[in-house]
Structures are given as structure tokens and as C-alpha cells.
């Protein structure tokens, strides 16, 4: 345990790039959070908008803007923020997305119920005003990773105490789920709290959004970053194309 970990904070990881349109609404979903205890890391990845002065025009001393000296891409600007958090719990949500007021406390109390090292819950989908809830296992394995993207990154929760550091490979895309995968890789499982506690928001420009490009980047996944056989990765990429086939189906 590194003694420098605040118990109980949750340091909240949010990078931002050209997010002036909606970073105000993710931050306000932290701000009405019932569980008060938190501080929340902004990392501006050298936007083009306004939303660097958006952020600096912010009051909360729970809030911490940091900026990157050159655009760097989302796994440098969460790796800068993680490494400046401070609290015990490390959570997600992009500039775009929001959590439920009851996310954190709900979610904090099912993990020291289960003495979990990492969480997940269920959330929804937003695309062009439709909204699909995503349903999740109530606990999930490495292997069973493997098969799927359904660990919403805005969703996870993870307990430093227990795992340690955390620190997300320099991907451009799919480096949450090469992080969750690095975690239960080491013998943890996944618990997740069946309750929709977070919106995901589907653009245009979401990374997210760009099939093709994540399609190969799962397959880079599971090849050269987790090293499998390429039959054994041939047979997980159908399995998560599959099940993100079904996941996208409004």
C-alpha cells in the first residue's frame, strides 16, 4: 500500500480535448455526486477550442487543470493525470460522458462489500438522442475480458491499496480495456454492480465511433499486447466483434 494514497478519496481521471461543448456537463455530474469525497484531474490535451479557458474558470479546489505541453493522445493525458492523483480509488469519465448523482457512493460501498480491486456497472448508450441500456456480468475474468468490451471505461472504478499503481499502455485506442486486462491478468476478477449508473455519449468523432480503426486495434490487443497464439486471438476478436455488434444494436 502506498502510504500516500488518501483512503477513501476518489481521484477522478477525465482528459479533454476540444470538449468546450460538453466537459461542463461531465463535471457537474461529479459536482451533484452524493459521495463528496473526491477530487477530479483535468488534463487538456492542447485544444484548439476555448476549452482551456473554460477550465481555468472553474472555482471548485476539488478540481486540478493541468495542461500537456504538445497533444499527446488520451493515454498521456489519463497516465499524467493518474500519476498526480492522490486518492486510494481511481475512476474514468471522458468530457463528454456523465455518472448518475449516486454513482461513486453506490458504487464505493458495493466494493468494499465484495473487496473488490476493480469495479464496473452497467450504463447507457446515447447516440443521436436514442439511449440502450448495457447490461453487465455480475463478476468477469481475464479470459472472459478477453471475449468482450462490455467494462465501460466510464464505469470502472479501481482500488490502488490493492492493485497498485495503475498506468495505461501508449495506444491510441483500447488502452482502458489493455489496462482492466493488465489488472485481472495478476489473478483479479471483476465484480460489477448491475445498475445503470453513467451515459456514454457516441459522436461522430468519438474514437469509439470509428469501427474499422477499432477493429484493428483489437486485434493489435490481442496480439501484440497480450501476446496470443493467432488462433486463440482470431477466436476472442470474433467473440468481441460479436458481442459489440450486439452491444451498438438499438
Known amino acids: 500500500m502506498n502510504s500516500n494514497w488518501q483512503p477513501d478519496l476518489v481521484s477522478i481521471i477525465?482528459?479533454?480535448?476540444?470538449?468546450?461543448?460538453?466537459?461542463?456537463?461531465?463535471?457537474?455530474?461529479?459536482?451533484?455526486?452524493t459521495y463528496s469525497n473526491w477530487e477530479l484531474l483535468i488534463v487538456d490535451d492542447c485544444s484548439t477550442d476555448?476549452?482551456?479557458?473554460?477550465?481555468?474558470?472553474l472555482q471548485d479546489p476539488r478540481i486540478h487543470v493541468l495542461g500537456l505541453a504538445e497533444n499527446s493522445g488520451v493515454a498521456v493525458a489519463r497516465n499524467r493525470a493518474i500519476q498526480m492523483a492522490a486518492g486510494q480509488y481511481v475512476a474514468f469519465l471522458d468530457s463528454d460522458d456523465?455518472?448518475?448523482p449516486g454513482k461513486l457512493s453506490k458504487q464505493l460501498a458495493?466494493?468494499?462489500q465484495n473487496k473488490a480491486a476493480i469495479s464496473y456497472t452497467e450504463y447507457y448508450?446515447?447516440?443521436?438522442?436514442?439511449?440502450?441500456?448495457?447490461?453487465?456480468?455480475?463478476t468477469l475474468t481475464y479470459k472472459q475480458l478477453l471475449k468482450n468490451t462490455i467494462m465501460g471505461c466510464l464505469t470502472v472504478i479501481i482500488d490502488r491499496h490493492i492493485v497498485g499503481q495503475v498506468k495505461m499502455p501508449q495506444m491510441?485506442?483500447?488502452q482502458d480495456t489493455a489496462t482492466w486486462l493488465s489488472i485481472l491478468k495478476q489473478g483479479y476478477t471483476a465484480h460489477g454492480l448491475q445498475e445503470p449508473l453513467a451515459q456514454y455519449v457516441i459522436t461522430n468523432d468519438s474514437l469509439s465511433g470509428k469501427k474499422t480503426q477499432m477493429l484493428r486495434q483489437n486485434w493489435h490487443l490481442y496480439r501484440d499486447v497480450e501476446g496470443l497464439a493467432f488462433l486463440p486471438a482470431a477466436y476472442v476478436f470474433v467473440c468481441y466483434a460479436t458481442n459489440a455488434v450486439k452491444k451498438r444494436i438499438f
Do not use: G
Open 14 to 33: 477525465m482528459p479533454c480535448y476540444n470538449a468546450n461543448d460538453t466537459i461542463l456537463a461531465s463535471i457537474e455530474s461529479v459536482l451533484y455526486q
Open 50 to 57: 476555448a476549452s482551456l479557458a473554460t477550465l481555468k474558470e
Open 98 to 100: 456523465s455518472w448518475e
Open 110 to 112: 458495493f466494493m468494499r
Open 125 to 138: 448508450i446515447v447516440q443521436r438522442q436514442r439511449k440502450k441500456l448495457v447490461k453487465v456480468p455480475a
Open 172 to 174: 491510441r485506442t483500447r
